[in-house]
């Protein structure tokens, strides 16, 4: 319950705090492309459950539905600002709402795409499924877009074990510090 009202007061926080620059880059989105500025994608929650998150549009609308690693080419997807909002994680500021609305933790796994049925399983035998996902996660802060997915079950795991609000600040602050260095970010 404490990490709950963590969540909802850091989310808000944070809100305040970019909204204006979402408005901005939420402009330049539409501007650049067309299309929604938001892409909704329906992810795995809690218990498997899912629900809809959203996140700055950075791909093209024709774009498949699988995860990005899995496309052959996926620079010829991305919107003219999409890459930039990749890298710099600014299209992930919208999940805010999915942490107010209490889909998501500030810190957790990073929710799979629905379609992703490798990982969903394996985090559900070990019982990583249990536990909100995260907008940031100690996968994302360990290897992000560059690990295969057992590493990144791995490292859900020793999330879950490990779990406490000194070690979601310590993800929080390495999650700082890889968006300003850029790392572990291909597409």
Request: hydrophobic content about 45%; overall charge positive.
């Amino acid at each position: 319950m404490i990490k709950r009202i963590l969540d909802f007061c850091m989310a808000l926080l944070a809100a305040m705090l970019f909204l204006l620059p979402l408005l901005v880059v939420s402009l330049l989105v539409k501007l650049t492309s067309k299309g929604p500025v938001l892409y909704w994608s329906n992810r795995v929650g809690r218990d498997n459950a899912l629900f809809s998150m959203p996140k700055l549009r950075t791909m093209q609308v024709e774009t498949p539905v699988v995860a990005t690693h899995l496309l052959q080419d996926p620079d010829q997807f991305l919107t003219p600002i999409g890459g930039f909002l990749r890298k710099s994680s600014l299209d992930e500021l919208p999940q805010l709402w999915c942490i107010l609305r209490g889909d998501m933790s500030v810190v957790g796994p990073r929710p799979a795409l629905f379609n992703q049925h490798n990982l969903i399983s394996m985090r559900t035998e070990q019982g990583v499924h249990k536990i909100r996902p995260g907008l940031t996660g100690w996968a994302q802060v360990n290897g992000r877009d560059e690990l295969p997915i057992p590493e990144k079950v791995k490292l859900d795991v020793d999330y879950v074990k490990r779990q406490s609000l000194v070690f979601d600040m310590k993800v929080i602050l390495l999650t700082i510090l890889k968006v300003v260095r850029r790392d572990g970010v291909t597409h």
